[in-house]
Protein backbone atom coordinates (compact mmCIF):
# COMPACT_ATOMS: atom_id res chain seq x y z
CA UNK A 1 0.00 0.00 0.00
CA UNK A 2 1.46 3.18 -1.20
CA UNK A 3 0.03 6.53 -2.35
CA UNK A 4 -3.48 7.74 -1.23
CA UNK A 5 -5.99 6.78 -3.74
CA UNK A 6 -8.76 8.75 -2.66
CA UNK A 7 -9.13 10.87 -0.29
CA UNK A 8 -11.69 13.55 1.49
CA UNK A 9 -10.55 16.54 3.05
CA UNK A 10 -12.91 18.40 5.33
CA UNK A 11 -16.49 17.10 3.68
CA UNK A 12 -19.43 17.49 5.22
CA UNK A 13 -23.09 17.03 3.88
CA UNK A 14 -26.17 19.20 5.15
CA UNK A 15 -29.41 18.30 3.17
CA UNK A 16 -32.30 21.40 3.18
CA UNK A 17 -35.13 20.23 4.97
CA UNK A 18 -38.90 21.03 3.71
CA UNK A 19 -41.55 22.74 5.35
CA UNK A 20 -39.75 25.22 7.58
CA UNK A 21 -37.79 22.43 9.46
CA UNK A 22 -34.26 22.84 10.24
CA UNK A 23 -31.58 21.25 7.35
CA UNK A 24 -30.35 18.02 8.35
CA UNK A 25 -26.49 18.02 8.99
CA UNK A 26 -26.08 14.48 8.22
CA UNK A 27 -22.07 14.21 7.60
CA UNK A 28 -18.72 15.49 9.04
CA UNK A 29 -16.80 17.31 8.74
CA UNK A 30 -14.47 14.11 8.04
CA UNK A 31 -11.16 13.55 6.39
CA UNK A 32 -10.07 10.05 4.81
CA UNK A 33 -7.20 8.88 3.01
CA UNK A 34 -7.75 5.44 1.05
CA UNK A 35 -4.52 3.65 0.25
CA UNK A 36 -3.84 2.61 -2.83
CA UNK A 37 -5.38 -1.44 -2.91
CA UNK A 38 -6.33 -0.97 1.02
CA UNK A 39 -9.40 -2.52 2.39
CA UNK A 40 -11.75 -0.23 4.13
CA UNK A 41 -14.51 -0.66 6.54
CA UNK A 42 -16.85 1.80 7.80
CA UNK A 43 -19.04 1.08 10.72
CA UNK A 44 -21.69 3.12 12.25
CA UNK A 45 -25.00 3.75 14.05
CA UNK A 46 -28.28 3.76 11.94
CA UNK A 47 -28.39 6.95 9.73
CA UNK A 48 -25.11 8.40 10.87
CA UNK A 49 -24.42 9.43 7.45
CA UNK A 50 -22.23 6.19 5.74
CA UNK A 51 -24.21 6.01 2.82
CA UNK A 52 -24.26 9.44 2.39
CA UNK A 53 -20.17 9.42 2.75
CA UNK A 54 -20.61 6.63 0.16
CA UNK A 55 -22.13 8.66 -2.53
CA UNK A 56 -20.04 11.60 -1.43
CA UNK A 57 -17.29 9.85 -2.17
CA UNK A 58 -18.59 8.27 -5.71
CA UNK A 59 -19.60 11.82 -6.88
CA UNK A 60 -23.30 10.52 -6.74
CA UNK A 61 -23.83 13.33 -4.08
CA UNK A 62 -22.21 16.93 -4.36
CA UNK A 63 -20.67 17.52 -0.71
CA UNK A 64 -22.02 20.96 1.24
CA UNK A 65 -18.31 21.55 2.16
CA UNK A 66 -14.60 20.19 1.83
CA UNK A 67 -12.96 18.63 -1.02
CA UNK A 68 -12.53 14.91 -2.74
CA UNK A 69 -10.37 13.42 -4.69
CA UNK A 70 -9.70 9.88 -6.97
CA UNK A 71 -6.53 9.40 -8.46
CA UNK A 72 -5.13 13.31 -7.27
CA UNK A 73 -8.29 14.46 -9.41
CA UNK A 74 -10.94 16.00 -8.00
CA UNK A 75 -14.31 14.02 -7.82
CA UNK A 76 -17.04 17.04 -8.83
CA UNK A 77 -20.70 16.45 -10.33
CA UNK A 78 -20.01 13.22 -11.54
CA UNK A 79 -18.93 9.73 -11.14
CA UNK A 80 -15.26 9.36 -12.04
CA UNK A 81 -14.17 6.45 -14.59
CA UNK A 82 -12.08 3.67 -12.56
CA UNK A 83 -14.91 3.86 -9.71
CA UNK A 84 -17.64 1.07 -9.30
CA UNK A 85 -20.34 1.29 -6.92
CA UNK A 86 -22.30 -2.26 -5.38
CA UNK A 87 -25.59 -0.61 -3.72
CA UNK A 88 -27.39 -2.06 -0.70
CA UNK A 89 -30.48 -2.20 -2.92
CA UNK A 90 -31.13 -4.81 -5.50
CA UNK A 91 -29.39 -3.00 -8.57
CA UNK A 92 -29.81 -5.96 -11.05
CA UNK A 93 -31.82 -5.26 -14.11
CA UNK A 94 -35.11 -7.24 -14.62
CA UNK A 95 -35.83 -7.03 -17.71
CA UNK A 96 -32.17 -8.12 -18.78
CA UNK A 97 -30.80 -12.01 -18.02
CA UNK A 98 -27.82 -12.20 -16.14
CA UNK A 99 -25.62 -12.24 -18.93
CA UNK A 100 -27.12 -9.21 -20.40
CA UNK A 101 -26.81 -7.50 -16.76
CA UNK A 102 -23.26 -8.18 -16.57
CA UNK A 103 -21.91 -6.91 -19.90
CA UNK A 104 -24.10 -3.68 -19.58
CA UNK A 105 -21.36 -2.13 -18.63
CA UNK A 106 -19.07 -3.41 -20.71
CA UNK A 107 -21.12 -2.67 -24.11
CA UNK A 108 -21.86 0.96 -22.70
CA UNK A 109 -18.38 1.50 -22.97
CA UNK A 110 -17.29 -0.03 -26.23
CA UNK A 111 -15.61 -3.19 -25.02
CA UNK A 112 -15.04 -5.40 -27.99
CA UNK A 113 -17.67 -8.18 -28.14
CA UNK A 114 -14.86 -11.09 -27.47
CA UNK A 115 -13.44 -9.26 -24.97
CA UNK A 116 -17.24 -8.77 -23.65
CA UNK A 117 -17.49 -12.44 -23.44
CA UNK A 118 -14.19 -13.27 -21.97
CA UNK A 119 -14.94 -11.49 -18.37
CA UNK A 120 -18.88 -12.14 -18.70
CA UNK A 121 -17.86 -15.65 -18.75
CA UNK A 122 -14.86 -14.97 -15.88
CA UNK A 123 -16.99 -12.65 -13.71
CA UNK A 124 -19.84 -15.85 -14.06
CA UNK A 125 -17.29 -18.42 -12.79
CA UNK A 126 -16.17 -16.24 -10.14
CA UNK A 127 -19.51 -15.73 -9.09
CA UNK A 128 -20.74 -19.32 -9.27
CA UNK A 129 -23.30 -17.87 -11.60
CA UNK A 130 -22.20 -20.36 -14.51
CA UNK A 131 -25.70 -22.18 -14.64
CA UNK A 132 -27.86 -18.82 -14.16
CA UNK A 133 -26.14 -16.81 -17.21
CA UNK A 134 -29.94 -17.08 -19.56
CA UNK A 135 -32.12 -16.58 -16.43
CA UNK A 136 -33.91 -12.97 -15.49
CA UNK A 137 -33.30 -11.59 -11.96
CA UNK A 138 -36.76 -12.45 -11.22
CA UNK A 139 -35.51 -16.18 -10.85
CA UNK A 140 -32.66 -15.99 -8.66
CA UNK A 141 -32.48 -15.48 -4.83
CA UNK A 142 -31.52 -12.40 -3.42
CA UNK A 143 -27.99 -13.15 -2.41
CA UNK A 144 -27.89 -14.89 -5.94
CA UNK A 145 -29.02 -10.76 -7.80
CA UNK A 146 -26.22 -9.24 -5.31
CA UNK A 147 -24.00 -11.51 -6.98
CA UNK A 148 -24.79 -10.03 -10.55
CA UNK A 149 -24.52 -6.55 -9.17
CA UNK A 150 -20.84 -7.16 -7.84
CA UNK A 151 -20.15 -9.07 -11.34
CA UNK A 152 -21.67 -6.54 -12.80
CA UNK A 153 -19.38 -3.79 -11.54
CA UNK A 154 -16.75 -6.29 -11.32
CA UNK A 155 -16.20 -6.96 -15.19
CA UNK A 156 -15.07 -3.34 -15.61
CA UNK A 157 -12.08 -3.50 -13.83
CA UNK A 158 -12.96 -0.88 -11.05
CA UNK A 159 -9.65 0.34 -9.56
CA UNK A 160 -12.27 1.97 -6.58
CA UNK A 161 -14.96 -0.45 -5.67
CA UNK A 162 -17.35 1.05 -3.30
CA UNK A 163 -20.00 -1.05 -1.57
CA UNK A 164 -22.76 0.30 0.57
CA UNK A 165 -24.18 -2.88 2.38
CA UNK A 166 -23.76 -4.94 -0.26
CA UNK A 167 -24.88 -8.36 1.93
CA UNK A 168 -26.97 -6.70 4.30
CA UNK A 169 -30.03 -8.82 2.59
CA UNK A 170 -28.47 -12.28 3.26
CA UNK A 171 -28.36 -14.60 6.25
CA UNK A 172 -25.46 -15.22 8.26
CA UNK A 173 -23.12 -17.83 6.67
CA UNK A 174 -23.99 -16.44 2.95
CA UNK A 175 -22.59 -13.55 4.46
CA UNK A 176 -19.21 -15.18 5.86
CA UNK A 177 -18.78 -16.99 2.38
CA UNK A 178 -20.09 -14.04 0.31
CA UNK A 179 -17.12 -12.29 2.08
CA UNK A 180 -14.72 -14.99 1.27
CA UNK A 181 -15.69 -13.96 -2.08
CA UNK A 182 -15.26 -10.35 -1.50
CA UNK A 183 -11.23 -11.39 -0.21
CA UNK A 184 -10.86 -13.09 -2.94
CA UNK A 185 -11.83 -10.52 -5.19
CA UNK A 186 -9.81 -7.74 -3.84
CA UNK A 187 -6.73 -10.16 -3.77
CA UNK A 188 -7.44 -10.83 -7.75
CA UNK A 189 -7.75 -7.44 -9.07
CA UNK A 190 -5.88 -5.36 -6.62
CA UNK A 191 -8.33 -2.83 -6.33
CA UNK A 192 -9.08 -0.26 -3.39
CA UNK A 193 -12.13 -1.42 -1.37
CA UNK A 194 -14.45 0.93 0.68
CA UNK A 195 -17.17 -1.45 2.82
CA UNK A 196 -20.26 0.30 4.37
CA UNK A 197 -21.56 -1.90 6.68
CA UNK A 198 -23.73 -2.23 9.47
CA UNK A 199 -22.28 -5.65 10.48
CA UNK A 200 -18.99 -4.99 13.30
CA UNK A 201 -17.77 -8.65 12.53
CA UNK A 202 -18.22 -8.10 8.68
CA UNK A 203 -16.22 -5.26 9.46
CA UNK A 204 -13.07 -6.43 11.17
CA UNK A 205 -13.51 -9.95 8.89
CA UNK A 206 -12.55 -8.33 5.91
CA UNK A 207 -11.51 -4.89 6.62
CA UNK A 208 -7.40 -3.69 7.17
CA UNK A 209 -8.60 -0.81 9.11
CA UNK A 210 -12.29 -0.38 10.28
CA UNK A 211 -13.30 3.64 10.84
CA UNK A 212 -16.10 3.75 13.41
CA UNK A 213 -18.61 6.34 12.81
CA UNK A 214 -20.41 8.53 14.95
CA UNK A 215 -24.29 9.44 15.49
CA UNK A 216 -25.23 11.72 12.83
CA UNK A 217 -23.83 14.26 11.98
CA UNK A 218 -21.69 11.14 11.10
CA UNK A 219 -17.52 11.57 12.14
CA UNK A 220 -14.96 9.39 12.53
CA UNK A 221 -14.43 8.22 16.58
CA UNK A 222 -11.72 5.49 15.98
CA UNK A 223 -9.81 4.22 13.24
CA UNK A 224 -9.01 0.14 13.78
CA UNK A 225 -6.10 -1.73 12.17
CA UNK A 226 -6.91 -5.17 11.90
CA UNK A 227 -3.68 -6.35 11.06
CA UNK A 228 -4.72 -9.42 9.01
CA UNK A 229 -2.70 -10.82 6.24
CA UNK A 230 -3.63 -10.30 2.71
CA UNK A 231 -4.55 -13.70 2.35
CA UNK A 232 -7.56 -14.03 5.23
CA UNK A 233 -10.73 -15.44 5.21
CA UNK A 234 -13.49 -16.28 7.09
CA UNK A 235 -11.63 -18.73 9.66
CA UNK A 236 -10.16 -15.39 11.19
CA UNK A 237 -13.39 -15.22 13.52
CA UNK A 238 -12.26 -18.01 15.00
CA UNK A 239 -9.20 -15.82 16.30
CA UNK A 240 -8.49 -14.48 19.64
CA UNK A 241 -8.01 -10.99 18.00
CA UNK A 242 -11.23 -11.07 15.81
CA UNK A 243 -13.14 -10.59 19.28
CA UNK A 244 -10.94 -8.43 21.08
CA UNK A 245 -11.30 -6.10 17.87
CA UNK A 246 -14.91 -6.54 17.52
CA UNK A 247 -15.39 -5.82 21.58
CA UNK A 248 -13.18 -2.57 20.69
CA UNK A 249 -15.03 -1.41 17.69
CA UNK A 250 -18.25 -2.21 19.62
CA UNK A 251 -17.62 -0.25 22.98
CA UNK A 252 -16.71 2.97 20.79
CA UNK A 253 -20.43 2.25 18.62
CA UNK A 254 -22.50 1.22 21.38
CA UNK A 255 -22.67 5.06 22.84
CA UNK A 256 -23.50 6.16 19.35
CA UNK A 257 -25.84 4.01 19.10
CA UNK A 258 -27.78 4.82 21.69
CA UNK A 259 -27.40 8.03 21.08
CA UNK A 260 -29.23 7.16 17.27
CA UNK A 261 -32.26 5.93 19.37
CA UNK A 262 -32.64 9.16 21.10
CA UNK A 263 -30.86 7.44 24.02
CA UNK A 264 -28.07 8.48 26.37
CA UNK A 265 -25.87 5.18 27.75
CA UNK A 266 -26.47 6.58 31.66
CA UNK A 267 -30.78 6.27 30.97
CA UNK A 268 -30.28 2.47 29.69
CA UNK A 269 -31.48 0.08 32.58
CA UNK A 270 -28.85 -2.51 33.01
CA UNK A 271 -30.38 -5.63 34.45
CA UNK A 272 -29.51 -6.26 38.43
CA UNK A 273 -27.90 -9.52 37.57
CA UNK A 274 -25.79 -8.36 34.40
CA UNK A 275 -24.63 -4.90 36.60
CA UNK A 276 -23.64 -7.37 39.33
CA UNK B 1 -52.61 -25.29 -22.76
CA UNK B 2 -52.74 -24.42 -18.81
CA UNK B 3 -55.49 -25.91 -17.03
CA UNK B 4 -56.76 -22.83 -16.09
CA UNK B 5 -56.88 -21.83 -20.07
CA UNK B 6 -58.54 -25.23 -20.93
CA UNK B 7 -60.84 -24.40 -17.90
CA UNK B 8 -61.82 -20.65 -19.54
CA UNK B 9 -62.41 -21.66 -22.59
CA UNK B 10 -64.63 -24.46 -21.36
CA UNK B 11 -66.85 -21.95 -19.74
CA UNK B 12 -66.84 -19.58 -22.70
CA UNK B 13 -67.80 -22.33 -24.73
CA UNK B 14 -69.97 -23.98 -22.85
CA UNK B 15 -72.12 -20.49 -22.60
CA UNK B 16 -72.01 -19.99 -26.13
CA UNK B 17 -73.83 -23.50 -25.92
CA UNK B 18 -76.51 -22.76 -24.18
CA UNK B 19 -77.25 -19.37 -26.04
CA UNK B 20 -77.64 -21.48 -29.01
CA UNK B 21 -79.76 -24.24 -27.28
CA UNK B 22 -82.01 -21.38 -26.02
CA UNK B 23 -82.20 -20.16 -28.93
CA UNK B 24 -82.81 -23.27 -31.08
CA UNK B 25 -85.48 -24.30 -28.57
CA UNK B 26 -87.35 -21.48 -28.60
CA UNK B 27 -86.62 -20.36 -24.84
CA UNK B 28 -85.19 -16.60 -26.26
CA UNK B 29 -87.27 -15.28 -29.24
CA UNK B 30 -85.59 -15.28 -32.75
CA UNK B 31 -86.23 -11.11 -32.76
CA UNK B 32 -84.77 -10.75 -29.33
CA UNK B 33 -81.47 -13.03 -29.88
CA UNK B 34 -80.42 -14.95 -32.53
CA UNK B 35 -78.64 -18.09 -32.60
CA UNK B 36 -74.39 -18.15 -32.22
CA UNK B 37 -73.60 -20.08 -35.22
CA UNK B 38 -76.50 -18.00 -37.26
CA UNK B 39 -74.58 -14.74 -36.58
CA UNK B 40 -71.27 -16.56 -36.82
CA UNK B 41 -72.60 -17.86 -41.00
CA UNK B 42 -74.18 -14.19 -41.70
CA UNK B 43 -70.90 -13.03 -40.23
CA UNK B 44 -68.79 -15.29 -43.31
CA UNK B 45 -71.33 -14.57 -45.79
CA UNK B 46 -70.79 -10.23 -44.92
CA UNK B 47 -66.78 -11.03 -45.13
CA UNK B 48 -67.17 -12.71 -48.15
CA UNK B 49 -69.88 -10.18 -50.44
CA UNK B 50 -67.54 -7.01 -49.28
CA UNK B 51 -69.86 -5.49 -48.30
CA UNK B 52 -68.38 -4.10 -44.96
CA UNK B 53 -64.94 -3.91 -46.25
CA UNK B 54 -65.05 -0.37 -46.89
CA UNK B 55 -66.75 -0.04 -42.94
CA UNK B 56 -63.90 -2.34 -41.48
CA UNK B 57 -61.66 -0.15 -43.23
CA UNK B 58 -63.20 2.76 -41.46
CA UNK B 59 -63.75 2.05 -38.21
CA UNK B 60 -60.20 0.21 -37.42
CA UNK B 61 -57.76 2.90 -39.03
CA UNK B 62 -59.48 6.02 -37.12
CA UNK B 63 -59.09 3.26 -33.64
CA UNK B 64 -55.15 3.29 -35.02
CA UNK B 65 -55.16 6.64 -35.48
CA UNK B 66 -56.83 7.29 -32.06
CA UNK B 67 -54.70 4.68 -30.27
CA UNK B 68 -51.22 6.01 -32.02
CA UNK B 69 -51.99 9.43 -30.86
CA UNK B 70 -52.99 8.90 -27.61
CA UNK B 71 -49.76 6.72 -26.85
CA UNK B 72 -47.41 9.22 -28.34
CA UNK B 73 -49.02 12.39 -26.86
CA UNK B 74 -49.99 10.72 -23.70
CA UNK B 75 -46.46 9.38 -22.62
CA UNK B 76 -44.95 12.69 -24.36
CA UNK B 77 -47.26 14.83 -21.58
CA UNK B 78 -46.83 12.12 -18.75
CA UNK B 79 -43.11 12.81 -19.09
CA UNK B 80 -43.60 16.82 -19.55
CA UNK B 81 -45.78 16.49 -16.07
CA UNK B 82 -43.21 14.52 -14.43
CA UNK B 83 -40.60 16.55 -15.47
CA UNK B 84 -42.39 19.30 -13.86
CA UNK B 85 -43.34 19.42 -10.32
CA UNK B 86 -45.40 22.61 -10.20
CA UNK B 87 -47.14 21.60 -13.50
CA UNK B 88 -48.06 17.54 -11.92
CA UNK B 89 -49.68 19.48 -8.80
CA UNK B 90 -51.46 21.85 -11.05
CA UNK B 91 -52.38 18.65 -13.04
CA UNK B 92 -53.12 16.04 -10.63
CA UNK B 93 -56.72 17.02 -9.57
CA UNK B 94 -57.81 17.02 -13.33
CA UNK B 95 -56.38 13.89 -14.47
CA UNK B 96 -57.77 11.98 -11.04
CA UNK B 97 -61.47 13.66 -12.71
CA UNK B 98 -60.64 13.32 -15.78
CA UNK B 99 -63.32 10.39 -16.84
CA UNK B 100 -65.96 12.04 -14.82
CA UNK B 101 -66.69 14.28 -18.23
CA UNK B 102 -69.03 13.01 -20.90
CA UNK B 103 -66.69 13.58 -23.51
CA UNK B 104 -69.71 12.52 -26.51
CA UNK B 105 -71.51 16.01 -25.85
CA UNK B 106 -68.35 17.89 -27.33
CA UNK B 107 -68.98 15.42 -30.65
CA UNK B 108 -70.61 18.76 -31.91
CA UNK B 109 -67.84 21.10 -31.20
CA UNK B 110 -65.56 18.52 -32.75
CA UNK B 111 -67.59 18.48 -35.98
CA UNK B 112 -67.45 21.92 -36.22
CA UNK B 113 -63.77 22.76 -35.31
CA UNK B 114 -62.66 19.56 -37.71
CA UNK B 115 -65.20 19.32 -39.99
CA UNK B 116 -67.88 16.21 -40.86
CA UNK B 117 -65.54 13.72 -41.75
CA UNK B 118 -63.02 10.97 -39.82
CA UNK B 119 -60.99 13.14 -36.81
CA UNK B 120 -63.96 14.48 -34.80
CA UNK B 121 -64.13 10.42 -34.56
CA UNK B 122 -60.17 9.84 -34.20
CA UNK B 123 -60.67 13.12 -31.32
CA UNK B 124 -63.11 11.25 -29.64
CA UNK B 125 -60.93 7.94 -29.55
CA UNK B 126 -58.01 9.80 -28.77
CA UNK B 127 -59.71 12.46 -25.58
CA UNK B 128 -60.67 8.90 -24.12
CA UNK B 129 -57.19 7.13 -24.23
CA UNK B 130 -55.02 9.79 -24.10
CA UNK B 131 -55.79 10.01 -20.07
CA UNK B 132 -55.14 6.41 -19.53
CA UNK B 133 -51.78 6.90 -21.10
CA UNK B 134 -50.61 9.85 -19.51
CA UNK B 135 -51.72 8.85 -16.17
CA UNK B 136 -49.92 5.10 -16.94
CA UNK B 137 -46.49 7.10 -17.81
CA UNK B 138 -47.09 8.94 -14.50
CA UNK B 139 -47.30 5.73 -12.62
CA UNK B 140 -44.57 4.59 -14.48
CA UNK B 141 -42.15 7.22 -14.18
CA UNK B 142 -42.68 7.32 -10.31
CA UNK B 143 -42.02 4.22 -10.03
CA UNK B 144 -38.70 3.07 -11.92
CA UNK B 145 -36.67 2.53 -8.36
CA UNK B 146 -34.26 5.30 -7.39
CA UNK B 147 -30.89 2.73 -7.45
CA UNK B 148 -31.50 2.22 -11.09
CA UNK B 149 -30.79 6.07 -11.50
CA UNK B 150 -27.58 6.15 -9.97
CA UNK B 151 -26.78 3.13 -11.52
CA UNK B 152 -27.01 4.97 -14.90
CA UNK B 153 -24.74 8.00 -13.55
CA UNK B 154 -22.27 4.99 -12.28
CA UNK B 155 -22.15 4.44 -15.77
CA UNK B 156 -22.07 7.71 -16.66
CA UNK B 157 -24.81 7.74 -19.01
CA UNK B 158 -26.12 10.82 -20.79
CA UNK B 159 -30.01 11.70 -20.42
CA UNK B 160 -30.65 10.21 -23.53
CA UNK B 161 -29.47 6.64 -22.79
CA UNK B 162 -30.53 7.10 -18.79
CA UNK B 163 -34.25 7.58 -20.66
CA UNK B 164 -33.49 4.47 -23.38
CA UNK B 165 -31.70 2.17 -21.37
CA UNK B 166 -32.94 2.35 -18.23
CA UNK B 167 -36.47 4.48 -17.62
CA UNK B 168 -38.16 3.29 -20.06
CA UNK B 169 -37.33 -0.32 -19.59
CA UNK B 170 -38.14 0.14 -15.98
CA UNK B 171 -41.64 2.07 -16.69
CA UNK B 172 -42.54 -0.51 -19.23
CA UNK B 173 -45.03 -2.35 -17.47
CA UNK B 174 -46.78 0.54 -16.41
CA UNK B 175 -46.79 2.13 -19.83
CA UNK B 176 -47.57 -1.35 -21.51
CA UNK B 177 -50.91 -1.18 -19.30
CA UNK B 178 -50.96 2.71 -20.12
CA UNK B 179 -51.47 1.06 -23.89
CA UNK B 180 -53.60 -1.22 -23.37
CA UNK B 181 -56.41 1.04 -21.79
CA UNK B 182 -55.53 3.46 -24.39
CA UNK B 183 -56.21 1.13 -27.16
CA UNK B 184 -59.78 -0.02 -25.39
CA UNK B 185 -60.69 3.78 -24.92
CA UNK B 186 -59.85 4.21 -28.95
CA UNK B 187 -62.00 1.14 -29.53
CA UNK B 188 -64.89 2.31 -27.53
CA UNK B 189 -64.46 5.83 -28.31
CA UNK B 190 -64.65 5.49 -32.30
CA UNK B 191 -67.47 2.73 -32.25
CA UNK B 192 -69.41 4.50 -30.16
CA UNK B 193 -69.20 8.25 -31.81
CA UNK B 194 -70.01 6.01 -35.19
CA UNK B 195 -72.96 4.24 -33.37
CA UNK B 196 -74.73 7.91 -32.13
CA UNK B 197 -73.34 10.43 -34.71
CA UNK B 198 -71.50 9.51 -37.80
CA UNK B 199 -72.69 8.43 -41.00
CA UNK B 200 -69.86 5.60 -41.90
CA UNK B 201 -68.04 2.65 -40.10
CA UNK B 202 -69.13 -0.80 -37.93
CA UNK B 203 -70.51 1.44 -35.24
CA UNK B 204 -73.14 2.98 -37.69
CA UNK B 205 -73.62 -0.24 -40.10
CA UNK B 206 -74.73 -1.32 -36.47
CA UNK B 207 -77.17 1.44 -35.62
CA UNK B 208 -78.29 1.43 -39.08
CA UNK B 209 -79.51 -2.68 -39.17
CA UNK B 210 -80.69 -1.72 -35.40
CA UNK B 211 -82.89 0.47 -36.86
CA UNK B 212 -83.80 -1.24 -39.90
CA UNK B 213 -84.98 -4.24 -37.55
CA UNK B 214 -82.02 -6.59 -39.75
CA UNK B 215 -81.34 -8.57 -36.65
CA UNK B 216 -78.98 -10.72 -38.73
CA UNK B 217 -76.84 -8.38 -39.95
CA UNK B 218 -76.88 -6.36 -36.70
CA UNK B 219 -75.92 -9.41 -34.71
CA UNK B 220 -73.08 -10.44 -37.11
CA UNK B 221 -71.61 -7.05 -37.18
CA UNK B 222 -71.91 -7.15 -32.89
CA UNK B 223 -69.78 -10.77 -32.94
CA UNK B 224 -67.38 -9.53 -35.58
CA UNK B 225 -66.35 -5.81 -33.29
CA UNK B 226 -66.52 -8.56 -30.53
CA UNK B 227 -63.91 -11.10 -31.61
CA UNK B 228 -61.63 -8.43 -32.76
CA UNK B 229 -61.12 -6.46 -29.98
CA UNK B 230 -60.89 -10.07 -27.96
CA UNK B 231 -58.22 -11.36 -30.11
CA UNK B 232 -56.11 -7.40 -30.21
CA UNK B 233 -56.60 -7.78 -26.42
CA UNK B 234 -55.89 -11.49 -26.04
CA UNK B 235 -52.59 -10.54 -27.75
CA UNK B 236 -51.73 -7.57 -25.73
CA UNK B 237 -52.48 -9.85 -22.99
CA UNK B 238 -50.44 -12.88 -23.68
CA UNK B 239 -47.34 -10.33 -24.35
CA UNK B 240 -48.04 -8.71 -21.12
CA UNK B 241 -47.87 -12.04 -19.18
CA UNK B 242 -44.33 -13.07 -20.98
CA UNK B 243 -42.97 -9.61 -20.32
CA UNK B 244 -44.58 -9.86 -16.34
CA UNK B 245 -43.14 -13.48 -15.81
CA UNK B 246 -39.70 -12.37 -16.79
CA UNK B 247 -39.56 -9.94 -14.10
CA UNK B 248 -41.49 -12.42 -12.01
CA UNK B 249 -44.66 -10.04 -11.44
CA UNK B 250 -47.09 -12.58 -13.12
Redesign the interface.
Known amino acids: MSASHAELRGVSKTFPAAGGQEDVHALGPVDLDLAKGEFVAIVGPSGCGKSTLL ?1 VL ?3 TAPSAGSISFEGRPVKG ?2 P ?1 G ?3 V ?1 Q ?3 S ?3 LTVWDNIA ?2 LR ?1 NGTETAEIKRRVREALSFMGLDNFAHA ?4 LSGGMRQRVCIARTLVLEPRLILLDEPFGALDQQTRLLMGDELLRLWRTTGATILLITHAIDEAVMLADRVAVMSARPGSFIDMVTTGWGVDRDSRVVAATRFGELTARVWTRLREESLKSLGRGAGRVRVPAELSA | MSQITLVRVAVIAGFVLLIEALCRFGAINSLTLLPPSEMAAHLLALLGSGEINAAIVSTFSNVAIAFVLSVTAGFAAGAVIHALPRLRRLCDPLLASYYSVPVFVFYPLLVSLLGLNRWPLVAIGFIFGVTAMVIATLNGLDRV ?1 R ?2 L ?2 A ?5 SRS ?1 EAL ?2 VL ?2 A ?1 PYLFTGGKLALAYAFIGVIAGEFILSGGGLGYAIAYAYEAFDNRTMYALMLFVLIVVTAVNAAFYVWEQRLLR ?4 A
Open positions: EAGLDVAIGVFEDALPWFGRYPAQ | PVLKLRVHRMARIPAARRGR
